[in-house]
């Protein structure tokens, strides 16, 4: 299995917030939101592995600014680690200002994704290809937080 670069797994997705999206004052329920992350996590999870992944956890979902009935809101996802069968995906959502094109951050999270075989069963995942410091720093973050979940567990 060849390893592969985050940005062959990269992900982008564009939304559009309706008001079924949306809560009694007209911001987007926090299920909406996170529903829109596991997709945009799922697909970044099957560039990388080529096959069908499932989530087995979401970590650090932090909601930082209301998104709001009309807004345009951008999702991306990158494999931050891939480990024996699984892997850490980043991701972060913004709203796009629709007058300057000026994007802000809404909320991010960390999910961890298995990779699944023809058998349903965990699979090997392609290793993770770091090309820059950034890479490299992310998938030592994502080491460290998998031992620490290891540790304690």
Known sequence: MDAKAPSESFT????LVLPQHTNAIGTAFGGVIMSWIDICCSIAAMRHCGRVSVTARIDALEFKAPIKVGDVVRLTARLNAAFTSSMEIG???EHEHTKTGKRSLCANARA????LGEDGKPCPVPSLLAETDEDR???????????ERRSAG
């Open 12 to 15: 982008e997705m564009t939304e």
């Open 91 to 93: 991701v972060r959502v």
């Open 112 to 115: 961890t994704f298995v990779n």
């Open 137 to 147: 720093r992310l998938a030592a973050e994502a080491a460290e937080r998998r031992n």
